[in-house]
């Protein structure tokens, strides 16, 4: 059984098209409508789709939960996720789900970034895309050229695996990713078409917003992963800098029998941010290591 998955908010005026053209590919299809205020979910409902309900808008991630949640239920042979907004070709699902049926790989992206694939976006998305997928791929330590796709096809080990994230907005496609590789999960990329022109607005936050929200993921999961590099590095350097303000202030003590108030509150300053971000990053790596024997063991 293939299911097609759908999270939707606030997307009337699309969410008929998107629905009756993957019910041609799927044997099923899910929506969860996260919350909308508008015809939603009695549109997609009307039109023989599951729907599922939350009484608020949580975000992309918690609806992602819920969609994986009811579809694994449901014994699948593969998962598929496409936005309600229009802008993924549901005609390319077959593409998306053969690598998962032919068995040679645990997840499928939909690439807009690979062979033949069609991007139609203005040139300022393009851009951020390609800076928010290269910080993307070093967070998550992955091959994957298209970090931030949405339309994808899951096993239901994958779905199962993919759960487990902590993302309830945009950060989701990332950290499912991450946890891909720290599963060891074969992911595949595919060419796909993605239009944004001509959409309705394809999305729900402004884009400096949305950059931000995929840029603390990206740092969240950089220091969660590597905490002595990246907290424990700079606090060293911190607190040798705060040695350093210290030994000048002694020094100017020591010839000229005064105290330079600034030198001090800045030699403080920085020995107490860098005692925070080494005791900071010591604190998380014995807890990463602590859970990850925990893992091992059961």
């Known amino acids: 059984m293939i299911i097609a998955g759908i999270p939707a908010y606030n997307e009337e005026k699309t969410i008929a098209r998107v629905v009756l053209q993957a019910q041609r590919y799927v044997d099923m299809v899910i929506v969860c409508d996260d919350g909308s205020t508008d015809l939603t979910a009695e549109i997609a409902e009307k039109l023989g789709a599951k729907v599922l309900r939350h009484e608020k808008n949580m975000g992309k991630g918690f609806a992602l939960k819920t969609l994986f949640a ?7 042979t593969v998962i598929v996720t496409l936005d309600a907004d229009g802008q993924h070709d549901p005609s ?19 690439s807009r970034f690979v062979g033949e694939s069609v991007l139609e976006a203005s040139l300022y998305r393009k851009m951020g ?4 997928n290269w910080l993307s791929r070093r967070a998550s330590r992955s091959n994957v050229v298209d970090t931030q796709s949405g339309f994808r096809a899951y096993s239901p080990k994958a779905a199962q ?8 907005g945009y950060g989701v496609e990332l ?3 991450a946890k891909a590789t720290e599963n060891g999960l074969k992911v595949v990329e595919v060419p796909a078409t993605v239009r944004y022109k001509g959409l309705e607005k394809t999305s729900k936050k402004h ?9 603390l993921t990206v740092l969240r999961l950089i220091v969660e992963e590597r905490p002595l590099v990246f907290l424990g590095v700079p606090g060293v350097f911190s607190l040798l800098t705060g040695v350093l303000f210290g030994l000048w202030m002694l020094q100017i003590y020591a010839l000229e029998g005064r105290i330079v108030t600034n030198i001090a509150l800045a030699s403080m300053a920085f020995v107490l941010i860098g005692f925070f971000m080494v005791s900071t990053a010591i604190t998380l790596y014995a807890l990463i290591r602590l859970l990850a024997k925990t893992k091992n063991s059961t």
Do not use: F, W
Not at 70 to 76: R, T
Not at 129 to 132: A, C, F, K, P
Not at 161 to 168: E, N, R
């Open 175 to 177: 950290e499912q990713l």
């Open 70 to 76: 009811h579809a694994l239920k449901l014994d699948p």
């Open 207 to 215: 884009p400096l917003t949305h950059g931000q929200e995929l840029i």
């Open 161 to 168: 695996t993919m759960s487990a994230y902590d993302s309830s």
């Open 92 to 110: 390319e699902i077959e593409k998306v789900v053969k690598p998962i049926i032919d068995g040679k790989a645990d997840l499928v992206i939909g």
């Open 129 to 132: 895309l390609r800076v928010i």
